[in-house]
């Protein structure tokens, strides 16, 4: 069977600091993988995702930037932290025949 | 106008209750339609895909109009346990490989 995961599961980081979050799935290959963000009070917000091994395509202008280095790895960074930043942030990977999507527990940031 | 509009709630019910949720979509493009679950401060999870004809999972019943651009969910017979945030989910046809366009969430608390 499938599993996603994510590390770590709770993060703070001051205002400037870089960020490196990490995703992983197990149990398929070439997979899509998403990027999203949910901020307090607020939906959640598609930040990246990758059809494949270097492919990345971004929805929103920030920040923030997402590689993916091996078919099953994904990761999201940022050379410096703003306030903003702060939310929860979760990865997917698209499986099923009607696109349906599967998230890790996700990160928890908090940037002060 | 946004593209995925819930209720927000919060609908409180007590155990044994009928309860029905709704939600818009704005793209009549729209592919693929959901229900998640996300409990408080946990990832989301898939409750139920919706299909055109209506489908059911023991307690729970989906249904769509994509005349209207309608989905809702209908819970019978409530339990404390259903106690969450339900998330109206939509994948639109675009290039963005198929990506989740969220609600915000109805929120739901099943009391004794």
């Known amino acids: 069977s499938q599993t996603i995961h994510q590390w770590p599961a709770t993060l703070v980081q001051p205002v400037g600091s870089p960020l490196s979050l990490e995703c992983t799935v197990e149990g398929t290959s070439n997979p899509n993988l998403y990027w999203y963000r949910q901020a307090a009070g607020r939906g959640l917000q598609l930040l990246f995702y990758s059809v494949g091994i270097g492919q990345i395509s971004s929805e929103v202008p920030q920040n923030l930037s997402a590689s993916r280095p091996q078919d099953r790895q994904f990761i999201l960074s940022s050379k410096k932290l703003l306030l903003s930043d702060s939310g929860f942030y979760l990865c997917?990977?698209?499986?099923?025949?009607?696109?349906?999507?599967?998230f890790g527990p996700g990160t928890r940031l908090t940037v002060l | 106008r946004k593209e995925v509009e819930q209720d927000p709630g919060p609908f409180n019910v007590p155990e044994g209750a009928t309860v029905a949720f709704n939600c818009t979509y704005s793209?009549?493009?729209?592919?693929?339609f959901f229900w998640y679950r996300q409990d408080c401060r946990k990832e989301p999870k898939l409750l139920m895909s919706?299909?055109?004809s209506g489908n059911e999972d023991g307690r729970f019943t989906a249904q769509l109009n994509r005349a209207s651009q309608y989905i809702s969910l209908l819970i019978r017979d409530s339990k404390l346990s259903d106690s969450a945030t339900y998330l109206c989910?939509?994948?639109?046809?675009?290039?963005?490989?198929?990506?989740?366009?969220f609600g915000k969430g109805t929120s739901l608390l099943v009391t004794p």
């Open positions: 997917a990977w698209k499986g099923g025949s009607y696109n349906e999507q599967f």
């Open positions: 793209n009549s493009a729209s592919q693929s």
């Open positions: 989910v939509v994948t639109p046809y675009s290039n963005s490989g198929y990506a989740l366009n």
């Open positions: 919706v299909y055109s």
